[in-house]
């Protein structure tokens, strides 16, 4: 039940146009999510009653796809371990300010967007974390599940038997390679692309050493907008690390006036500069989509020295149903379903050449 939403505030989630319903969702791997997705999304009639959720219904749909697809190793089940070898999973929802909520560290149930949405529709809290993020998850009648796929598995006793891969639980990128201001580090395990997931990536798009969060936003028929985004997070992280997709502003941000923009990409670089809430905040101000995204970049460019693992993506939907994309670097790819149906596309701007 909800006591989060009075009456009244429901108006602010409809923006005033009406237009075709959009499905935006980050790397190819959202493909078959987004075809999931869209009859749910294309169902609801403009104005009509009873149908707020669905922009929302459809974004939980296309990330528990993902979730559920042992072949992505960056999500849910499969998703590639921490440091210790245990599976943590983030995610987050939102539709307004004042309508999200967000997961981080569940270690025993496989739908953080889900178990998000719970959060939100059932609390007045935004953010849990942890074993007690789980208990909720348990309490509200979500399945617990076995998260750490024997691929995965596999993967982790193989980074850990690498004399050259980074030890990221003593840290020791920070001496390997974190630039002088201390700020993003060198995070990232020394595996390549999983042979698995290349089957299905489409040609042009690289994946980020398995790090590729599914990030989703929806404009339904009437301007609702909605966002969620679902990660394992960076492989063989730290334990306890938390990246920017959970983070409200950093990983995802809705406003029904203003747009919707999610993330994917080296969350360190992304939650410095609150690169959701910025892209909003700049579409509020009068950008485009990703006029947006390319201040978000600029950003993320001038306030660290990025490094050759680093990639930052982004994709953003304005109120007014313009949407766009934009990456770091290339190797990006954005899902597209609208009603000339779905397919992938390249970000219409890529910040660096190297
Ligand atoms: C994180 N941004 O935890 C997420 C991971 C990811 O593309 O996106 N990967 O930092």
Request: aromatic share 4%.
């Amino acid at each position: 039940m909800s006591d989060k939403l009075p009456a009244e505030m429901a108006a602010e989630l409809v923006s005033p146009s009406c237009s075709p319903p959009i499905l935006l969702s980050t790397w190819s791997f959202s493909v078959a999510g987004a075809k999931l997705a869209w009859p749910t999304l294309a169902a609801v009639g403009a104005g009509a009653g009873g149908e707020r959720d669905c922009a929302l219904e459809a974004c939980l749909q296309v990330c528990g796809e993902a979730e559920r697809d042992p072949r992505v190793d960056s999500v849910g089940y499969g998703g590639l371990p921490d440091a210790s070898g245990r599976v943590s999973l983030d995610g987050a929802v939102m539709e307004s300010p004042s309508r999200c909520g967000s997961v981080c560290g569940l270690r025993r149930h496989l739908h953080p967007v889900r178990v998000a949405a719970s959060v939100m529709r059932s609390t007045r809290h935004v953010m849990l974390a942890g074993d007690d993020a789980d208990r909720f998850a348990s309490q509200h009648g979500h399945l617990e599940a076995e998260l750490l796929s024997p691929e995965a598995r596999a993967k982790w006793e193989a980074w850990r038997s690498d004399p050259h891969a980074v030890d990221q639980s003593r840290d020791q990128a920070a001496a390997a390679g974190r630039p002088t201001d201390g700020g993003n580090g060198a995070i990232f395990g020394a595996s390549g692309m999983s042979d698995l997931l290349a089957e299905v990536v489409t040609t042009g798009e690289l994946r980020w050493r398995e790090h590729d969060t599914v990030g989703v936003l929806t404009r339904d028929s009437g301007g609702r907008l909605a966002g969620a985004c679902s990660t394992s997070g960076t492989p063989f992280k730290v334990p306890g690390r938390v990246g920017d997709s959970p983070i409200i502003g950093s990983g995802l941000f809705v406003d029904p006036g203003a747009g919707a923009a999610t993330g994917t990409g080296t969350g360190e670089l992304i939650m410095g500069v609150c690169g959701a809430h910025l892209a909003v905040e700049e579409m509020r101000r009068g950008a485009g989509p990703t006029e947006a995204i390319i201040e978000v970049l600029r950003r993320v460019d001038r306030s660290y020295s990025i490094l050759p693992h680093h990639q930052v993506a982004m994709i953003a939907i304005h109120a007014d149903g313009r949407w766009g994309s934009a990456a770091l670097r290339k190797g990006f790819l954005a899902v597209i379903h609208d009603e000339a149906g779905c397919r992938t596309v390249e970000p219409e701007y890529v910040h660096r050449a190297d």
